[in-house]
């Protein structure tokens, strides 16, 4: 069996490379989707390839749109969508994507701090699994690939 994983959410950590390393190290037939993790290629796309926006408002409207075609085809083509919420920055839009994920079936795995548990209590309730930290997350791919 092979998986397709999602990685969504927070940007300002090396979460995704800690996943995508465990992976790696145990050999695991995983292939990792992610959004565009550069903040400012992220953030100005819209402006890129559509033409320079005054209104900040327009700007990002723009540059989220054109973002979320990735998104949701990546979130579509998985089997499993793993969100992280940081500590330092709200993630609004992994909160959309924890609920995208769950009205389109995917299996949802959640990564926060204790801190966060409370606030985050819906997300969570939607989740699979409620983890703390990557190395959590990559023992449950391990386990669900090979039984260990």
Same mark, same amino acid.
């Given at each position: ?17 800690? +996943? ?102 819906? +997300? ?15 023992? +449950?791919?391990?386990? +669900?690939?090979?039984?260990?």
């Amino acid at each position: 069996m092979e998986l397709k994983v999602y990685l969504s959410g927070e940007i300002h950590t090396d979460w995704r490379g800690e +996943i995508i390393d465990g992976i790696h190290a145990l050999n695991l037939p995983i292939e990792v989707l992610t959004p565009v993790t550069t903040h400012a290629a992220s953030d100005d796309v819209g402006d890129e390839i559509l033409g320079r926006e005054e209104s900040s408002f327009w700007k990002d409207h723009k540059s989220a749109k054109i973002n979320s075609i990735r998104i949701r085809n990546a979130i579509e083509k998985s089997d499993i969508v793993v969100v992280k919420f940081g500590e330092k920055y709200k993630q609004w839009n992994a909160a959309f994507d924890a609920g995208f994920a769950v009205a389109k079936g995917k299996s949802l795995i959640t990564i926060h701090s204790a801190e966060h548990t409370h606030p985050l209590k819906e +997300i969570d309730a939607a989740a699979l699994a409620v983890t703390e930290n990557p190395g959590q997350v990559v023992k +449950i791919l391990q386990y +669900i690939l090979t039984q260990k």
